[in-house]
């Protein structure tokens, strides 16, 4: 048996071995430990392949937000920089699972939720946006902004934006009649033009183009009810535009003409860092189902360290 903190109370598993010992390698700083775990994991908990690796979950026992990539998991005290976990953020009493299969798997490049508003009406001039969390930039990596947006209003138009063209695919766009469900689109349009963007009062693209009022890209696009863009912006473009490494606070879109019937449900707001130049065909899934995977498994008698680097 393993006392859960999260639930303040004894949790047995269908088969567990007792003799789990869970050490932190640096004892000044034990915000981070080893909560639970199971080394029998033949029900309990599945993976994204559908498989049943054994486990064991972190918890932020501290008061403030910890990156895990100060960390690292280990069964061998030799060896404390064995698996060194993903570059994220765990919150003050945030759990987070951890499969230790030997498979090796990080998904260190989420998308990060930044903007969400709702009755939301498009005026004529820089739309901002301010972010309820902001993007760190790393001042190297592409990024690529997901905007969804819908309104159940019938025959309502697009807002129309001053764009920019570019010599690469910058924007894919798809839109649907009546229902939100666009935001889950897997493929779309690719066009070599976006909105012109403001990041932190920084200007990305001075283009002239417009759309109209039934055509994409639109960020702000409800003539099928509701629509759904991803947009890139390359390294070299944000440092051109004075931008430097550190949080990206907030976006603007320059608005040419709006109806005032016009009103959003809501407007979702999304970054991600990338390597690649171009998007493509296909949407960058918002949301993945990968896993946490450590490079090494567990025995049926074992001892796992959580090391500070």
């Given at each position: 048996?393993?006392?859960?903190?999260?639930?303040?109370?004894?949790?047995?598993?269908?088969?567990?071995?007792?003799?789990?010992?869970?050490?932190?390698?640096?004892?000044?700083?034990?915000?981070?430990?080893?909560?639970?775990?199971?080394n029998r994991n033949y029900s309990s908990i599945v993976d994204e392949d559908g498989d049943f690796p054994d486990w064991i979950e972190l918890y932020n026992a501290g008061n403030t937000s910890i990156n895990l990539l100060n960390y690292a998991l280990t069964d061998d005290v030799t060896k404390t920089t064995k698996w060194i976990l993903p570059n994220i953020q765990l919150q003050?009493?945030?759990?987070?699972?951890?499969?230790?299969?030997?498979?090796?798997?990080?998904?260190?490049?989420?998308?990060?939720?930044?903007?969400?508003?709702?009755?939301?009406?498009?005026?004529?001039?820089?739309?901002?946006?301010?972010?309820?969390?902001?993007?760190?930039?790393?001042?190297?990596?592409?990024?690529?902004?997901?905007?969804?947006?819908?309104?159940?209003?019938?025959?309502?138009?697009?807002?129309?934006?001053?764009?920019?063209?570019?010599?690469?695919?910058?924007?894919?766009?798809?839109?649907?009649n009546i229902t939100p469900c666009i935001c889950s689109s897997i493929d779309g349009v690719k066009v070599s033009q976006r909105p012109n963007i403001k990041l932190n009062n920084h200007i990305?693209?001075?283009?002239?183009?417009?759309?109209?009022?039934?055509?994409?890209?639109?960020?702000?696009?409800?003539?099928?009810?509701?629509?759904?863009?991803?947009?890139?912006?390359?390294?070299?473009?944000?440092?051109?535009?004075?931008?430097?490494?550190?949080?990206?606070?907030?976006?603007?879109?320059?608005?040419?003409?709006?109806?005032?019937?016009?009103?959003?449900?809501?407007?979702?707001?999304?970054?991600?860092?990338?390597?690649?130049?171009?998007?493509?065909?296909?949407?960058?899934?918002?949301?993945?189902?990968?896993?946490?995977?450590?490079?090494?498994?567990?025995?049926?008698?074992?001892?796992?360290?959580?090391?500070?680097?």
């Amino acid at each position: 048996m393993i006392k859960k903190i999260k639930k303040n109370v004894l949790v047995s598993f269908e088969i567990i071995t007792l003799c789990f010992i869970f050490i932190f390698c640096n004892e000044l700083n034990a915000q981070v430990v080893i909560n639970e775990g199971s080394n029998r994991n033949y029900s309990s908990i599945v993976d994204e392949d559908g498989d049943f690796p054994d486990w064991i979950e972190l918890y932020n026992a501290g008061n403030t937000s910890i990156n895990l990539l100060n960390y690292a998991l280990t069964d061998d005290v030799t060896k404390t920089t064995k698996w060194i976990l993903p570059n994220i953020q765990l919150q003050p009493g945030e759990f987070k699972t951890v499969f230790c299969s030997g498979k090796d798997r990080k998904p260190t490049t989420f998308f990060t939720n930044v903007f969400y508003a709702s009755s939301f009406s498009p005026t004529v001039g820089w739309n901002t946006h301010t972010f309820t969390t902001p993007f760190n930039w790393d001042g190297v990596s592409n990024i690529v902004i997901n905007i969804c947006s819908y309104a159940s209003g019938w025959f309502t138009t697009n807002s129309i934006f001053n764009q920019s063209q570019t010599p690469y695919y910058s924007c894919i766009y798809a839109h649907q009649n009546i229902t939100p469900c666009i935001c889950s689109s897997i493929d779309g349009v690719k066009v070599s033009q976006r909105p012109n963007i403001k990041l932190n009062n920084h200007i990305i693209g001075n283009g002239v183009v417009q759309n109209t009022s039934n055509t994409y890209p639109a960020p702000y696009g409800n003539a099928f009810s509701a629509a759904k863009h991803q947009i890139i912006i390359t390294s070299s473009e944000l440092l051109a535009s004075g931008l430097v490494a550190g949080n990206i606070s907030s976006i603007a879109f320059d608005v040419v003409s709006s109806s005032p019937n016009t009103v959003y449900n809501f407007i979702d707001i999304a970054i991600k860092p990338v390597t690649y130049n171009n998007v493509t065909y296909n949407f960058e899934p918002k949301d993945t189902c990968l896993r946490y995977h450590t490079n090494f498994k567990i025995s049926k008698s074992f001892v796992l360290f959580i090391c500070e680097l």
